[in-house]
């Protein structure tokens, strides 16, 4: 996305959004205009950055807890028949799941601190990952293979050198998903119970009626989505080189 | 290097029940080229795969003698029409792979003496795509020549260059391969007649010699004798056997 895009999308989004405000009169506690937001931006910026700090920890804790165990996960599985025999209906059956539904039976288990917003995060990510880098691991080109095969190549060597190397694009695929729903996971565990974080400060905003304050902390969250959206698509363009 | 053993391939092959081919022997001569050409979905590479210890989607009978009695096992180099060189290393690292994968010793100054051999010198550190799809080649020529091994397996490997670069490419190929036992499984009866000890034409129904020049390959393109051997070749493989 080119960021002159960027700019252009986000002040047509601004004007409209002023325009229905001030066409229609809507009360502010229901649609408060952009420069109220702003507003509680500003007054409110060390609340929300306390609460932005908890939220971004989670999320990248999760980020790299969850990419690890979904990168261990899809090489057990590449390498291991009876891995894949026994843990891949295990998997597709944890999907039908909805990590959502679970929110609740995670605070109760790991309680209203962070444990429990990282582990949804995990949850939701590590499926994404283990999967991207499971299937790029079971595509390296057959020619690849077969030069390492006539190479005596060990199973291991070939594994670290090869399919691992041929499957990074893939797994730079899954870490950009996961890069998305990683704030979605720790949020939705902060609504359902929890001290601190952005998800939390919503839930506080919309309870007492301060909509504004509510859309700020909303833009917080959506902003820092972007940030370590752009970040990890760095990271996966990095991975994808040469490719 | 070891000398290059004969290798005679002899045994039957189906492919989901059906026959491909039936009861062929093939003599490949030690420390000479042997060509196999044929129709496409006749089965040569596979010959060639399954020579080369590697899986192939057919069920083959048969056995595979060397004239030294020993296995093929890790004594076979193999090219493809693809390269195969790595996108993600440089043409040294790609050149020294085959002592990576196995976990031995690598030599980096043996490794950067062929790429010199072939004609890459000042080219080590480049990634393959920063090399034309001749220099890619020739890259995969000096892995192989890495490889130091006494059977050549080429599948193609000049088919997909163009015909300047592929003559130039067999003549490179030929003068750094001689004394190998070499099989070349290509498609171009020009090739063949150029580079050939003896070649042969695979057909449905079994093999059949081709009579070569007397003169020692690589023969020149314009030679009369090797046109000859060409037109003779295109004209089995476009009427069946004679």
Same mark, same amino acid.
């Given at each position: 996305m080119n960021w002159k895009h960027g700019i252009i999308s986000a002040i047509v989004l601004i004007a409209v959004w002023q325009l229905t405000v001030t066409l229609t009169g809507v009360a502010s506690f229901i649609l408060p205009s952009p420069l109220r937001v702003a507003n509680a931006l500003w007054h409110s910026r060390a609340l929300i950055a306390e609460h932005a700090w908890v939220t971004l920890a989670e999320v990248i804790l999760g980020l790299i807890i969850g990419s690890i165990l979904g990168i261990v996960t899809a090489i057990n599985l590449a390498t291991s028949s009876t891995a894949r025999a026994i843990l891949r209906p295990i998997l597709v059956f944890s999907q039908a799941i909805p990590v959502f539904a679970l929110a609740p039976l995670l605070t109760l288990w790991f309680g209203y601190g962070m444990g429990s917003k990282i582990i949804m995060a995990v949850m939701i990510i590590y499926f994404p990952v283990a999967s991207a880098f499971f299937?790029?691991?079971m595509k390296t080109p057959s020619g690849y293979l077969d030069l390492a095969q006539t190479m005596a190549a060990t199973q291991s060597r070939e594994l670290w050198h090869i399919r691992m190397r041929a499957a990074m694009p893939s797994l730079g695929s899954g870490l950009r998903l996961a890069a998305v729903?990683? *704030?979605i996971g720790a949020v939705i565990g902060e609504w359902v119970g929890a001290s601190k974080g952005l998800g939390y400060l919503m839930l506080l905003a919309n309870g007492r009626v301060k909509t504004d304050l509510l859309f700020?902390?909303?833009i917080?969250?959506?902003?820092?989505?972007?940030?370590?959206?752009?970040?990890v698509d760095i990271l996966a363009r990095r991975l994808a080189k040469d490719h | 290097m070891i000398a290059a053993p004969s290798i005679t391939f002899s045994g039957a092959a189906e492919f989901s029940g059906a026959p491909l081919f039936d009861?062929?022997?093939?003599?490949?001569?030690?420390g000479e080229w042997t060509c196999l050409l044929g129709p496409s979905g006749v089965g040569k590479t596979t010959v060639l795969r399954i020579i080369a210890g590697l899986d192939s989607a057919v069920n083959? %009978?048969? +056995?595979?003698?060397?004239?030294?009695? +020993?296995?093929? =096992?890790? %004594?076979?180099?193999?090219?493809a029409q693809n390269d195969l060189l790595f996108p993600w290393l440089t043409l040294l690292d790609n050149v020294c792979i085959g002592a990576t994968l196995r976990g031995d010793h690598v030599e980096k100054t043996r490794a950067i003496e062929m790429i010199s051999r072939v004609g890459l010198a000042g080219h080590e550190g480049k990634k393959p795509s920063q090399l034309s799809g001749g220099q890619r080649q020739r890259g995969a020529l000096a892995r192989t020549l890495m490889e130091d091994r006494p059977v050549i397996l080429l599948d193609e490997p000049f088919s997909a260059l163009d015909a300047k670069t592929r003559a130039d490419m067999q003549e490179l190929a030929?003068?750094?391969l001689t004394d190998r036992t070499v099989l070349l499984v290509t498609h171009d009866p020009a090739e063949a007649a150029r580079l050939s000890h003896q070649a042969i034409v695979m057909h449905s129904t079994g093999l059949q010699h081709i009579d070569m020049p007397a003169t020692p390959p690589v023969r020149g393109i314009d030679d009369p004798q090797t046109l000859a051997t060409q037109g003779k070749m295109l004209k089995?493989? %476009?009427?069946? *056997? =004679?």
């Open positions: 299937d790029g691991l729903y990683a *704030p700020a902390t909303l917080v969250l959506a902003v820092l989505t972007v940030c370590l959206h752009l970040c | 009861n062929i022997t093939l003599e490949i001569k030690g083959f %009978r048969g +056995k595979i003698i060397s004239s030294d009695g +020993k296995t093929l =096992q890790n %004594r076979t180099a193999y090219m030929a003068e750094l089995i493989l %476009r009427e069946g *056997p =004679q």
